[in-house]
């Protein structure tokens, strides 16, 4: 048992002091939360300068209900004491719930998340984390401590411990206690709640499990959304008076909240919730991701390399800022309403449109490193790159999909016949990528989206099928309807995205059960 784990909490009624990392701080204070003032509230900047406390310490703990903390010349923000809106006693009882739910695994699980998890998905601060940690349990906002404990459990098997063990933390208890404490946690916005969110949200269980579970929703990451932009994250912070550690955290987050805001709009057929006129946040930098540096420092041993992990990060980022377009061109209600856009083109002009897109799609993976290629993986180490490459897939696919929509009996057979060839070839490049993955890359993490990724792989079979003209072409497309459920069947018990892909197109109203049904009729 790893005794070291056995974090003690402070007695009741000893305040233990958080660690001076936190100083200056304004979305991760443990006693206040922060709120954006936008550019048209009826706050006016000069008059809430008249509210600014002395100094930074001041804000951090300000003895008036509220305060106001400039961050630059344009940018305010009002602190209010977390007390103000619910109780600290509930808090550090649930911290304590939350603590004897593991117990003693705690420190346990924060290593294996942040082995296994951190380095593809980086929106905690491992410094700050474990910093906390060590000192005590009671230095987070529940839901955030709730959060990695329970997706740490989803690879309890890469820890001898945990493995060897025959008390394993309930993976239900600690989802109920998520649940109730982030509405808690929402009272007291801060950074820490969008990084509990956004874990929560990663968590691959099946459409229809937990039915009263918010957490899997798209009205929870809409609520996570508006958080962020109260936390003004949608900023660029790079000239604020905060720490620069704290400054990439929050490009992280932010980033983080885009990508799922445009991948969430993309499977679920959804408007975007963020604009991009509204969106002003400077790439990501290796300077924003701090453990590049430690790791090579302290040569750290690692389930997955940190340098590659960041990349996949980034790289994730750039395909998002396509699909954006891609939405935007081919999904918009402009574009896709009756008399719009693609209606008015046609489809001679939904090709043109898809061209620079197609191209872009093609530069950007071109510009892969080779250690981010699905090939690429070392031995003795998880690979996150595939769920890199089957975003990519699903987003060609998403294309396509929409040109054989645009297709009409007048379409003409040679254009008719491009647009299908074109599709089908996608159709088969996807589904071999899902029969190559191994399990360094299916037990590696792979985010929500990917088994609606995978899904939209088996839809553009059946719709291939749907509207084939020949019996041959029907054929083919059961076939790699077929090849892909395979794939999905032989991977989901090791990889809950495969199982969760499956599900959708096996349960799901318009999946590829017709496809199946029909092609096993008798002749």
């Known amino acids: 048992m790893d005794n070291h784990s056995d974090l003690a909490a402070p007695p009741d009624g000893i305040p233990v002091s958080p660690p001076a990392i936190l100083d200056d701080t304004l979305g991760l204070d443990l006693t206040t939360h922060a709120e954006y003032v936008g550019p048209t509230d009826y706050r006016d900047p000069i008059l809430l300068d008249l509210h600014r406390p002395p100094s930074a310490l001041t804000a951090r703990a300000p003895t008036a209900p509220e305060l106001a903390r400039r961050l630059d010349d344009q940018t305010i923000f009002i602190v209010r004491a977390d007390e103000a809106v619910t109780s600290e006693a509930q808090r550090v009882a649930d911290l304590d719930a939350i603590e004897a739910a593991v117990h003693p695994l705690g420190r346990t699980l924060v290593d294996l998340y942040f082995r296994i998890v951190h380095p593809s998905f980086p929106i905690l601060h491992k410094d700050v984390f474990i910093s906390k940690h060590r000192i005590s349990h009671r230095h987070f906002a529940p839901s955030l401590l709730a959060a990695v404990y329970l997706v740490a459990l989803d690879w309890q098997l890469y820890d001898s411990v945990l493995a060897g063990s025959e008390c394993v933390p309930d993976a239900a208890s600690l989802e109920r206690l998520a649940e109730q404490t982030i509405n808690r946690d929402m009272r007291r916005p801060k950074l820490s709640i969008i990084e509990a969110g956004l874990l929560l949200l990663q968590r691959h269980r099946r459409p229809g499990d937990h039915g009263d579970n918010n957490t899997s929703s798209r009205a929870f990451a809409a609520q996570l959304v508006a958080v962020a932009q109260d936390l003004g994250l949608h900023l660029d912070c790079s000239s604020w008076s905060i720490p620069s550690w704290e400054m990439g955290l929050r490009r992280r987050l932010a980033w983080a909240i885009y990508m799922e805001d445009r991948w969430g709009a993309f499977v679920h057929g959804r408007p975007c919730l963020i604009h991009d006129d509204d969106w002003d946040v400077r790439p990501c930098t290796d300077s924003d991701f701090p453990e590049l540096a430690s790791q090579q420092e302290l040569g750290a041993a690692v389930d997955m390399d940190a340098r590659i992990g960041w990349d996949i990060f980034c790289a994730h980022i750039e395909l998002t800022c396509i699909v954006t377009d891609v939405l935007r061109t081919f999904f918009s209600l402009k574009a896709t309403r009756a008399a719009g856009l693609l209606d008015q083109i046609g489809i001679a002009g939904a090709v043109d449109l898809a061209q620079p897109l197609v191209v872009r799609l093609r530069t950007w993976y071109a510009a892969l490193p080779d250690a981010l290629h699905l090939r690429s993986k070392q031995r003795g180490k998880l690979c996150a790159n595939g769920s890199l490459h089957l975003a990519y897939a699903s987003m060609e696919i998403a294309i396509h999909r929409a040109l054989l929509r645009a297709l009409t009996p007048d379409t003409s057979e040679a254009v008719r016949s491009r647009v299908r060839s074109a599709a089908r070839s996608k159709l088969q490049v996807a589904t071999e990528l899902m029969a190559s993955l191994e399990p360094e890359h299916t037990a590696a993490f ?76 008798p002749s």
């Open 446 to 521: 792979w985010g929500r989206a990917a088994a609606h990724q995978a899904a939209h792989v088996g839809s553009l079979g059946a719709l291939l099928w749907a509207t084939a003209e020949t019996a041959e072409e029907m054929g083919w497309c059961a076939a790699r309807v077929d090849e892909l459920r395979w794939a999905l069947r032989v991977r989901g018990s090791a990889a809950p995205f495969a199982r969760d892909a499956l599900w959708l197109l096996e349960h799901d109203i318009g999946g590829v059960g017709v496809v199946r049904a029909t092609r096993e009729e």
